[in-house]
C-alpha cells in the first residue's frame, strides 16, 4: 500500500545513527551460507534486500536463526551441500541479491527459477547470458524473472569494467567451489571496483583466498584456487555511508547534524561522499564513531560517478544548494536502478524550482533558491529518490508532500523514525 509522507517546516539538529551496510550485509550473510560451521554476523537490519538474500541462503540449505539486530546462520560447507530447490528464488527488487546467487545456484546443477518485483528484470543481465551461453548453459530471461539450467565450469573469465560490480562478485563468490582454478580479469575502465574490493574483503575474512594483480595494460585479474571451503566466523557489519550521505548533505546545509556508527577506515567506496562534501566546502569533523556536520556555504564542484552510482539521486540534492554549476559525469548507471534516477530526480526537483539539465550521461545543476513543490513529489517507488527528496525539502526548510515514502523499506526502514528523532514532522496518510 502506497503510504503518503507530508513534510512540515520544522527545525532540525541532533545525533543520528546510521543503519548497517547494505552491501556489507549482503556478502557476510552469504558467506556465512556457504560457510562450514556456524556464523554469528551481528549489527545487521532487516530491510526487504537483506530478506531477500536470507531467503536465497535459505533455499540453499543454511539454516537462518534470526534476532533482534543479528542473525545466526549454519552453512552448507560446499556446493555438494546444497540442497534441492523446490521452488523459484524470490529476489524481490534488489540486483545484488539476484547478481550474486546465479552463479551459486548455478552449482547445484539444477534448473532454477529467479523472480522478483518492480524493474528488477528490467535491469541487464547481458554478462551472465553471455557466460552461460558460452559454456552451453541455458539462460533464459523474460519480464517475469530468469531461468537457468547447467553448472557453470571454471576456467578464465574475461569481462568489461564499465559492467555493475554485481557481475563480478557473483562469480567470485562462486569460484572457490568450482573443481579447479578459475580467474577473472576485468577489462578498463574498472568502474566501481571498491564494491569488489568489499567482496573480496569479505570473502577472506570467511577463509577464502583470493589474489589481484594490475595489468601494464590496465585491466585487474583475480585468481581464486579451488576447491575451496569458506570457514565459519563472526561478522560485524559496519554502518554504511550512503546511507549516511544523505544525513551528511543536510547537516552541511542547515548544520548541527551528529552522524555516528561510521568506520572512518572503511572501504566502501561511498565514503567518498566526504572528499565531494569537502570539495563543495563543507564543514564538518570526526567524532567518536563518526562525524558532526556544520552549516556550510556550499559551492559546486565536478563529481564522477563512475565508482559511486548509490550516490546519485543525493548528489542532485546537494547540487541544487551549491553556488554555481555542479557537474555529475558518468552518471548513466542511474537510468538502470530501482527507477530511472536521472530522470526521477530531474522531475521532481524541477517542481521545487531547480535547474538541472541532462546531457546523455552528464548532469547540470545550477544552484537556486528552491520553492515549495508546485505538486506532490513522486518516490517514483524508488527508496533513494524518496529519502533524496525528503533531504531536499528538509534542508530548504519548505513543506512538500511526497508520495509513495513506504520505498525506503528496501533498504533503511527507520529512515522516517530517524528523520524525526531529529526534530523533522511528518505525517503518514
Not at 545466526?72 to 530447490?85: K, Q
Not at 569460484?175 to 577472506?204: C, H, K, N
Not at 524550482?353 to 515549495?372: F, K, N, P, Q, S
Amino acid at each position: 500500500m502506497s503510504v503518503d509522507a507530508r513534510l512540515h517546516v520544522s527545525r532540525l539538529g541532533g545525533t543520528a545513527t546510521v543503519p548497517p551496510s547494505k552491501s556489507a550485509a549482503h556478502r557476510a550473510v552469504l558467506c556465512a551460507a556457504l560457510a562450514d560451521g556456524v556464523s554469528h554476523i551481528t549489527n545487521i537490519e532487516y530491510s526487504q534486500d537483506i530478506r531477500a538474500t536470507l531467503g536465497a541462503a535459505a533455499q540453499l540449505g543454511a539454516k537462518i536463526q534470526e534476532e533482534e539486530n543479528a542473525v545466526t546462520i549454519t552453512g552448507r560447507g560446499n556446493a555438494s551441500g546444497f540442497v534441492t530447490v523446490t521452488r523459484p528464488v524470490f529476489c524481490n527488487e534488489s540486483g545484488s541479491t539476484l547478481r550474486f546467487m546465479i552463479p551459486l545456484f548455478s552449482l547445484t546443477a539444477q534448473k532454477i527459477r529467479f523472480t522478483g518485483a518492480g524493474r528488477l528484470f528490467d535491469r541487464p543481465q547481458a554478462v551472465y547470458q553471455m557466460l552461460f551461453d558460452r559454456q552451453g548453459l541455458r539462460f533464459e530471461q523474460n519480464p517475469d524473472g530468469i531461468t537457468i539450467f547447467g553448472r557453470l565450469r571454471p576456467g578464465g573469465f574475461t569481462l568489461p569494467g564499465d559492467i555493475s560490480s554485481q557481475f563480478i562478485s557473483g562469480l567470485l563468490f562462486a569460484a572457490p567451489l568450482m573443481e579447479s582454478e578459475s580467474s577473472i580479469e576485468v577489462l578498463p575502465p574498472y568502474e566501481s571496483r571498491s564494491y569488489v574490493d568489499l567482496t573480496v574483503a569479505a570473502m577472506q575474512q570467511f577463509g577464502v583466498k583470493v589474489t589481484a594483480r594490475a595489468r601494464k595494460n590496465g585491466s585487474v585479474i583475480y585468481r581464486i584456487a579451488a576447491p575451496q571451503r569458506y570457514n565459519a566466523t563472526d561478522f560485524a557489519v559496519e554502518g554504511d555511508y550512503s546511507q549516511a550521505a544523505f544525513l551528511a548533505v543536510l547537516g552541511c546545509v542547515i548544520g548541527g547534524i551528529t552522524v555516528t556508527g561510521l568506520n572512518p577506515d572503511s572501504q566502501q567506496g561511498d565514503k567518498v561522499i566526504l572528499d565531494i562534501l569537502q570539495r563543495c566546502g563543507g564543514k564538518f569533523k570526526a567524532v567518536t564513531g563518526g562525524y558532526r556536520f556544520s552549516r556550510s556555504l556550499l559551492r559546486a564542484t565536478e563529481i564522477d560517478l563512475a565508482d559511486c552510482p548509490d550516490l546519485g539521486p543525493i548528489l542532485f540534492t546537494l547540487g541544487c544548494f551549491c553556488s554555481g554549476e555542479t557537474v555529475i559525469r558518468n552518471a548513466g548507471r542511474l537510468r538502470l536502478k530501482e527507477s530511472d534516477r536521472i530522470d526521477a530526480m530531474q522531475t521532481e526537483l524541477k517542481k521545487m524550482g531547480a535547474r538541472i539539465e541532462v546531457d546523455g550521461d552528464e548532469v547540470h545543476i545550477t544552484g537556486v533558491a528552491l520553492h515549495a513543490p508546485n505538486a506532490p513529489l513522486s518516490g517514483h517507488n524508488d527508496h533513494r529518490i524518496v529519502m533524496a527528496l525528503a533531504v531536499a525539502a528538509c534542508a530548504s526548510g519548505l513543506p512538500a508532500l511526497l508520495t509513495g515514502a513506504e520505498a525506503v523499506n528496501k533498504s533503511w526502514p527507520a529512515f522516517w523514525d530517524t528523520l524525526r528523532a531529529l526534530g523533522a514532522k511528518v505525517e503518514f496518510d
